[in-house]
């Protein structure tokens, strides 16, 4: 274990519903990251954010909304997705900015 | 805008062989260069790293060597071994400035036993 959990592992949701990623560190980082990994593409950075404040929007689309309510916690609220958000969501931490990165095991989320 | 470019996409060698991995940054401010393993179904598990100030750095049978004036770094593995097999992203890292952690494309790495 890694110290990073997230949860659910697995997430199936219609593109009318809302559903929510959460993503804890046990880790003590200060900063804190969401990840799109999908198949045959690079890992894509969403979402950054050190000492709970976002400090990187990589053009996410609003669909997607973070939140990160302490140093530990961090979750992805998602609404209206599209089928083609499905894809593996990572979380990632780190003890400072730019640093190693500790993933958590993600979350497959298939949008249909 | 920036952007890493990771080689090859995928590598077949003989358990035993060496391993060569080759990424280029284009960010020249980039300083941190680290290397992930993802095993199938499993998260990405960081292997080994190296900073701006240094060329090379070496861990058992893993080594990343960097130069930067070139902006690319590479991995190495020796003596392959079947339980390398895996994906392996390279990243290209700064934390001046605007924040960003860009990884490379994935090279799939199969060692034949």
């Known amino acids: 274990e890694t110290g990073v959990t997230q949860t659910p592992r697995h997430l199936v949701m219609g593109m009318t519903n809302k559903k929510s990623l959460k993503c804890e560190q046990h880790?003590?980082?200060?900063?804190m990251y969401w990840y799109k990994q999908s198949a045959k593409k690079p890992l894509e950075l969403m979402f950054v954010?050190?000492?709970?404040?976002?400090?990187e929007n990589n053009s996410v689309p609003s669909r997607f909304s973070p939140e990160c309510p302490n140093s530990s916690h961090l979750f992805l609220h998602l609404h209206t997705l599209q089928p083609e958000d499905s894809a593996l969501y990572l979380c990632?931490?780190?003890?400072?900015?730019?640093?190693?990165?500790?993933f958590g095991p993600g979350t497959r989320l298939t949008v249909t | 805008g920036e952007n890493v470019e990771q080689h090859p996409s995928t590598l077949s060698v003989q358990e035993g062989d060496s391993a060569v991995i080759k990424c280029t940054y284009s960010?020249?401010?980039?300083?941190?260069f680290p290397w992930y393993k993802q095993e199938l179904g499993k998260r990405p598990q960081l292997i080994i790293d190296?900073?701006?100030?240094?060329g090379e750095k070496k861990d058992q049978r893993i080594a990343v060597t960097l130069n930067k004036t070139a902006k690319h770094f590479s991995l190495h593995i020796t003596e392959t071994q079947p339980e390398d097999s895996a994906v392996y992203f390279c990243?290209?890292?700064?934390?001046?400035?605007?924040?960003?952690?860009?990884f490379g494309t994935g090279t799939r790495l199969k060692v034949l036993a």
């Open positions: 990632a931490s780190s003890p400072a900015h730019g640093d190693e990165q500790y």
């Open positions: 880790l003590g980082h200060n900063a």
């Open positions: 954010y050190n000492f709970k404040e976002q400090t």
């Open positions: 960010d020249s401010a980039s300083n941190y």
């Open positions: 190296i900073r701006s100030n240094v």
């Open positions: 990243a290209a890292s700064k934390a001046s400035g605007t924040y960003k952690y860009i």
